[in-house]
């Protein structure tokens, strides 16, 4: 008596929803999975975010007098440079568990299959996963285009997906 009652949340159904094809879905949520071209267009974003952060730093070097040093060394560590400080930048949001800019921008939230936000863990297997789907020759994001859910190899092996936000009035 006089104890307050911790606010926990409701169990989600268990049960997958099935697809238009009678074969049941991945997710055992009924939310929505974003659409290639919203992906594509927060994907775009965050990239832009890491080639300007690289351009200012770039910049700076070069005016600093490291001129020389840009003509002495091949384009392959510049192109190594990029891909090292957009995987850093993917990493600080997987361990500030949250969600990036550009799905902010496009108003996305990620979520597990049973519709919750996911934990750390599976945002780093999400990122894992993410860099097998690359390196595979991006075949693991072009999965996502003919999949019935829309979902690629990343989202599958995370059990994560982006997801449209629920609009408040």
């Not at 594509?40 to 007098?65: H, N, P, Q, T």
């Not at 979520?111 to 936000?117: E, I």
Request: hydrophobic content about 45%; some cysteine; glycine content about 10%.
């Amino acid at each position: 008596a006089g104890q307050q009652r911790l606010p926990l949340e409701t169990p989600m159904p268990m049960l997958p929803p099935e697809t238009k094809s009678g074969v049941p879905s991945a997710k055992c949520c009924t939310e929505k999975v974003a659409s290639p071209v919203h992906r594509l267009l927060a994907a775009l974003i965050d990239g832009a975010i890491v080639a300007s952060g690289l351009v200012v730093v770039f910049a700076m070097f070069y005016g600093a007098g490291g001129a020389a040093a840009f003509a002495s060394l091949p384009p392959a560590v510049f192109a190594l440079a990029g891909v090292g400080v957009l995987a850093l930048y993917k990493t600080l949001w997987w361990l500030a568990d949250g969600d990036s800019p550009g799905m902010a921008c496009c108003n996305l939230r990620l979520l597990n299959f049973t519709g919750r936000r996911p934990n750390r863990a599976q945002r780093a297997q999400r990122f894992a996963a993410t860099c097998l789907s690359l390196a595979a020759a991006g075949l693991g994001l072009l999965w996502a285009l003919g999949d019935e859910e829309r979902l690629g190899w990343h989202d599958h092996l995370s059990k994560t997906f982006p997801s449209p936000r629920a609009e408040t009035n």
